[in-house]
């Protein structure tokens, strides 16, 4: 790279005009290289044919930006003319195909190109093929969080590794294992995959190691292993500067910094947690680079259907010009009527979509409401422990408050959560909480025991606004010990969430409160604004009541939130 106190005009200048020429070259050597495979798809001898369609797709994806669209048409197109060539070039070019279904998410697709690859492959010879399809089709239900399914493909994969003596495919099964261990919260388990993997790694010298440590540094610090843990880290940090991984550079920055406040390392929170936005910016850039490119991309294959759709409408328009003339009017008064018909309901289709976005969008509008309320509380919180000079609990909720507010604009963009990240949500808020009125409250959260967390979904932040209030509004000018109770129960269909509290009650406020808030909460109303944005498609219920003694004295509030129990979409 160029270094910045490099500042003569004449080095720049010849740099400029050599890389201009350097970019030049390679951009004619790209045209050359395509305008030779189109020579060679016209070749009359199959083999040469083939290949040249497998070339031709690899290019399209490999060289211009994952061009998966094109790419995924000359493939199909190499596949169906080599239906006599050896089965090892079908697989070479289902390989292929699998691996763009995986880049674009379709993981069903995958998994079937995968079984046939499986079944067009020689299992007495071909262990190479078969041990990297099994890693491939372990990695797919890793992303789909199934670690059963995946840990049984792993084991194959290490398997026919085993046979083909590749140590690089080993070393990444076992990365994979120790990866799945993690996620399981089996760390024990994790770090000897991991060691393992890092065995490999050093014979091979494969570019997974810097990944490896990372992983290996993280089970460390959750076994309390810290000083290992650092060891760990600070190398993966090391190979992913010298190899330019900002991936990885992001990730050793970010497990840093949270062993610095698990170790007291005050003064080097700060420093490891900014260096690890910095990359991680860099990262978001790449991502939006990357979208952008896929969009206009996308934009370019469209203006090219529409080309298409255009003329062939021109030719339609001419030939019914000509039928026009020889019909009887009785036919053209029922054709007129039929496309009528047709242009009435595909209007009505047309707008009843766009009101269903509408109201989709003015959802999320609602739950962005909602974010500036809570931050203003939880920015007071960590604001009163710096008044104090508590640098410990400073930084402590400064680092729950950094993922919950991740948290918080993460559901802001989503419909539906799942039941386990909105209990997970909950808990991480009033944990939140607890640090900012100790010893003033206790809680808890109880969820119906036949429920699946994973499959139950539900809009975001949902309930929070009530748990907000029942500590705002209820407990925190008590001077007993309160208590905070959520429950998520199925009744007649219908997903039942209950808050109660032993606060002040409704209409209990205490003159402190009254003089502490220059506001009144607006979480109710959003709350029910967004519940009758839910009641267009489905009932709904929202009840707010005060919790009574035998001797009819206010001692609490209840709030019951009632809507229809849905599950994830398979």
């Known amino acids: 790279m160029i270094k910045k106190n490099i500042g003569a005009m004449c080095f720049r200048t010849v740099v400029t005009i050599l890389f201009i020429f350097s970019h030049t070259q390679i951009v004619f050597a790209q045209k050359s290289k395509l305008d030779s495979l189109n020579l060679l798809i016209k070749s009359t001898d199959l083999k040469i044919k083939c290949k040249a369609y497998f070339d031709m797709g690899d290019y399209y994806q490999f060289k211009t930006n994952n061009n998966f669209d094109l790419a995924l048409r000359y493939y199909l197109r190499g596949l169906e003319i080599g239906k006599k060539e050896s089965n090892s070039y079908k697989t070479r070019i289902l390989n292929r195909i699998g691996l763009i279904y995986i880049q674009i998410n379709d993981y069903t697709s995958a998994l079937e190109i995968y079984t046939q690859i499986l079944s067009l492959t020689d299992t007495t010879k071909d262990f190479a093929r078969i041990s990297n399809t099994y890693n491939n089709m372990g990695m797919i239900y890793v992303n789909l969080k199934k670690w059963n399914e995946a840990i049984k493909y792993f084991q194959l994969t290490k398997k026919y590794a085993i046979l083909d003596n590749n140590k690089e495919v080993l070393a990444s099964a076992n990365g994979n294992f120790g990866t799945i261990y993690i996620e399981l919260k089996k760390y024990k388990e994790a770090l000897v995959y991991l060691f393992q993997a890092n065995e490999y790694y050093a014979i091979t010298?494969?570019?997974?190691?810097?990944?490896?440590?990372?992983?290996?540094?993280?089970?460390?610090?959750?076994?309390?292993?810290?000083?290992?843990?650092?060891?760990?880290?600070?190398k993966s940090l090391g190979i992913g500067l010298d190899k330019q991984y900002h991936n990885v550079v992001y990730e050793s920055y970010k497990c840093l910094a949270e062993l610095s406040v698990k170790t007291n390392e005050q003064a080097m929170v700060a420093v490891y947690y900014q260096k690890s936005l910095a990359y991680k910016d860099s990262l978001t850039m790449a991502d939006a680079s990357i979208k952008v490119g896929k969009v206009l991309q996308q934009y370019s294959i469209n203006a090219k259907d529409k080309e298409i759709l255009i003329l062939k409408q021109e030719v339609e328009i001419n030939k019914l010009k000509v039928i026009q003339r020889n019909i009887l009017l009785s036919v053209v008064l029922g054709t007129t009527l039929i496309l009528a018909v047709f242009f009435i309901?595909?209007?009505?289709?047309?707008?009843?979509?766009?009101?269903?976005?509408?109201?989709?969008?003015e959802q999320k509008i609602l739950r962005l409401q909602m974010n500036p309320?809570?931050?203003?509380?939880?920015?007071?919180?960590?604001?009163?422990?710096?008044?104090?000079?508590?640098?410990?609990?400073?930084?402590?909720?400064?680092?729950?408050?950094?993922?919950?507010?991740?948290?918080?604009?993460?559901?802001?963009?989503?419909?539906?959560?799942?039941?386990?990240?909105?209990?997970?949500?909950?808990?991480?808020?009033?944990?939140?909480?607890?640090?900012?009125?100790?010893?003033?409250?206790?809680?808890?959260?109880?969820?119906?025991?036949?429920?699946?967390?994973?499959?139950?979904?539900l809009p975001p932040m949902i309930g929070q606004p009530f748990v907000e209030n029942a500590i705002e509004h209820g407990i925190r000018y008590l001077d007993r010990n309160g208590e905070i109770s959520v429950c998520f129960s199925g009744i007649n269909e219908n997903l039942m969430i209950e808050i109660r509290d032993n606060g002040n009650g409704i209409g209990q406020t205490t003159i402190v409160e009254k003089k502490s808030s220059d506001h009144k909460s607006l979480s109710t109303k959003i709350t029910r604004e967004r519940l009758a944005q839910l009641s267009e498609s489905a009932k709904t219920e929202l009840v707010i009541e005060p919790i009574h003694d035998e001797f009819g004295v206010i001692t609490g509030t209840y709030v019951k939130i009632a809507i229809p129990l849905k599950l994830k979409k398979r």
């Open 205 to 234: 010298h494969g570019a997974g190691l810097a990944g490896t440590e990372v992983l290996i540094g993280k089970a460390l610090m959750k076994l309390n292993q810290y000083h290992s843990a650092k060891e760990h880290l600070e």
């Open 345 to 361: 309901l595909y209007f009505k289709q047309k707008q009843l979509k766009k009101e269903r976005k509408t109201l989709l969008l």
């Open 373 to 457: 309320h809570f931050l203003s509380n939880a920015l007071t919180a960590i604001q009163k422990f710096i008044y104090a000079g508590d640098k410990i609990q400073a930084v402590k909720l400064i680092a729950d408050f950094s993922s919950l507010t991740r948290n918080i604009l993460e559901n802001s963009r989503e419909e539906y959560v799942s039941l386990k990240e909105e209990v997970a949500f909950l808990t991480s808020y009033l944990e939140l909480q607890k640090v900012r009125f100790p010893d003033k409250f206790n809680y808890n959260i109880q969820v119906q025991s036949d429920f699946d967390l994973e499959e139950v979904i």
